[in-house]
């Protein structure tokens, strides 16, 4: 007997606190500092309570505005009928969908010149239609009144990243402000020019990560990152030689276009980092020997140059048009032959067949 009075008891509290709970929510979701700040006026249906004193009033969420206002000259409106989904909210405080007036009909809320929005202080503002009723205004100065709500749009926090490129490259993101969300992860590419290389970050960089290329800046405050490009030349920096021995001395001159291509490649891809700079090194270790070789050779020149072609074509679509679309290009390539001689095959077994 005692535990079922305790049962009873321990229900009747809960149900108790839920619906204070759902009371005080409607209470306090219109007009919340109590200023009467619960009004919409209509131009030819006069005051609109969004909080009246009867039914459960208008509860405004993240999707939808639901409940029921109270008009004197037209009796209630349905903010979340069946048909056409009610009033939404977008999450931003862009008000859409339709009510219905019991007595006037559909009212849109985001009507050709006019719309509904609610501020990130809970304002109702803007202009609603009803076909017959006409419009509907939810803030005044000169004659006060609004309609305000607990509920306001999140705003999200923005961090400026400020982004320069010196002399000698670019960057991607382009040099420039640029804002981002809290919290938002931000990879930069630098791209050195022609003769130049990238020498590390400088600024808001996360450290140990200087040489990074690409980097990723997390955006958790204004930041500023500047992307420095040393003049390599014939030099990588540490005053080695770089020069393209056997490609000039196949080509004849160091100002070959194709040379240029070459050169691109591994300004870009080679020597911004460790593994590229010692592959170039061993190169212009040991080739300067071969190059003598074939500078003496006409025929030696022809042959380079023919099997040079391969790797200028991979170096200008890596540097134009980046690794992974060269990789496509290069598979399809490769792929094609086997499709045009598969298909052909076909053919041909097919027109023996019909033969007699």
Known sequence: MKKSFLRRTMIA???GVSVLFCIAQYAENIDPHDDNSQYAYGENIGWLNFEPSEGPGVTV????????????????????????????NDGSGNLGGYAWGENVGWINFNPTGGGVTIDNEGNFDGWAWGENIGW???QNLSVPYKVQTAWSAEVSVQNTLTISAGTGGRT???????????????PITATPDTNYRFSGWTGDVPSGHENDNPITITMDSDKSVTANFTEVGDEDGEGFKLPCFIATAAYGSPLHPHIK????????YLMPNKVGRTLVKLYCKYSPSIADMIAKHKALKVIVRN????????????VHFGPAITAVMLAFISVLPVFVISFFRRKLKASGGQRP
């Open 13 to 15: 509290v809960i149900f």
């Open 61 to 88: 969420t993240d999707t939808e505005v639901t409940g029921f206002v109270w008009a004197e000259n037209i009796g209630w409106v349905n903010l979340t009928p069946t048909t056409y989904g009610g009033v939404t």
């Open 136 to 138: 509907i205004h939810f």
């Open 172 to 186: 991607d993101p382009a040099s420039g402000t640029h804002n981002y969300d809290e919290g938002t992860d931000v």
């Open 261 to 268: 291509n070459l050169r691109d490649f591994r300004d870009t």
């Open 307 to 318: 099997h040079l072609v391969p790797l200028v074509i991979f170096s200008y679509l890596v």
